[in-house]
């Protein structure tokens, strides 16, 4: 088990190959003990096997993983008391009823959360008697979750955990997760959606070809405490004058092209080079799409790092 101030999950130079296809290289990353970290990156990042390697379903070609101090293959039995898994497929018996699923996962715990209490944290209280191939996508997630929360867990894995689910729900299930680490439980999520983990993320890990390409908290990652940005979005690219005259305003900072007729200024007053920059654009009959003031988006910073890493 860890100690005050010792990480709850820790993962060192990990590296897993398939048929010599490498899936994850030399990763390493620590996440302390009530934090929630999101794993996101494209398709084919690595961030399955990475998460299954601590679970203990996968065993690392090369380096170490520890959960709460625990080698999550070599004790399992152990580590599995521990921990909570909300896969995206849940592999949940078809005709099995809901309550009698949440009541079997019940029992392979000493000290296992009351059932009846996680169906309506949730919302599947009146749906307790219907059989799971019955439910929807989204309600095969929300009981996936409280499968996932029956034993109580010290460390929560999330695969994808809002897929599939209604606006409604999926804030629902944001509150629930928040409430569990405001708990004290460390969580550990997949996404796809940026927004989650920005909403939900004390850091997140941004993997990309098997790599750990970035790992901070969403302010950081986005720029944390720089210059504003002011970004454009035009329907065609800035004339090399316009570009020059528009860097010479003595409140723009840098400007840097992102292609396709998107810019992103940096400046000490976001405001003011707006208002000129669009009297330029109208004395030159150019139209944009789009004008925003603020930090980078969290969206736009993993766009940016992914695209980079595949050059």
């Known amino acids: ?69 625990l080698d999550p293959v070599k004790q399992a039995t152990k580590v599995r008391q521990l921990v909570g898994l909300m896969l995206q497929e849940g592999g949940i018996y078809p005709t099995i009823k809901v309550g009698e699923a949440v009541g079997l996962f019940a029992s392979y715990y000493s000290n296992p959360e009351p059932w009846p209490q996680l169906l309506e944290l949730v919302g599947l209280t009146e749906l307790t008697q219907r059989r799971y191939r019955q439910l929807s996508g989204g309600e095969k997630q929300r009981l996936s979750l409280a499968l996932a929360l029956v034993g109580r867990p010290k460390v929560l894995f999330l695969d994808e955990p809002t897929a599939g689910m209604d606006p409604r729900a999926r804030l629902m299930t944001w509150e629930i997760v928040k409430g569990r680490q405001l708990a004290g439980v460390t969580v550990m999520l997949t996404t796809h959606s940026m927004e989650e983990a920005e909403q939900l993320a004390d850091r997140v890990a941004i993997m990309k070809e098997g790599r750990l390409v970035a790992y901070d908290t969403p302010e950081r ?11 454009i979005k035009l329907r065609e690219r800035l004339p090399e004058e316009l570009l020059l005259r528009l860097g010479s305003l003595a409140a723009v900072d840098g400007i840097e092209d992102r292609g396709h007729g998107t810019y992103d200024l940096s400046s000490r007053d976001p405001a003011r080079v707006a208002f000129a920059l669009t009297g330029m654009l109208l004395d030159h009959g150019i139209q944009f799409n789009e004008l925003r003031i603020g930090r980078s988006s969290l969206e736009e910073v993993f766009l940016r790092l992914t695209e980079e890493e595949s050059h």
């Not at 005050?4 to 990353?29: C, D, F, N, R």
């Not at 405490?225 to 002011?230: F, I, M, N, T, V």
């Open 1 to 69: 088990m860890t100690g005050p101030g010792a990480a709850a999950i820790s993962v060192q130079e990990v590296s897993k190959a398939y048929g010599g296809t490498p899936a994850v290289s030399s990763l390493s990353l620590e996440v302390e003990a009530g934090e929630l970290v999101a794993v996101v990156g494209p398709n084919g990042a690595g961030k399955t096997t990475t998460i299954e390697m601590m679970e203990g379903y996968r065993r690392p070609d090369r380096g170490s993983i520890a959960i709460l101090g």
């Open 221 to 231: 990652l986005r720029g944390g405490a720089g210059p504003d940005l002011l970004h």
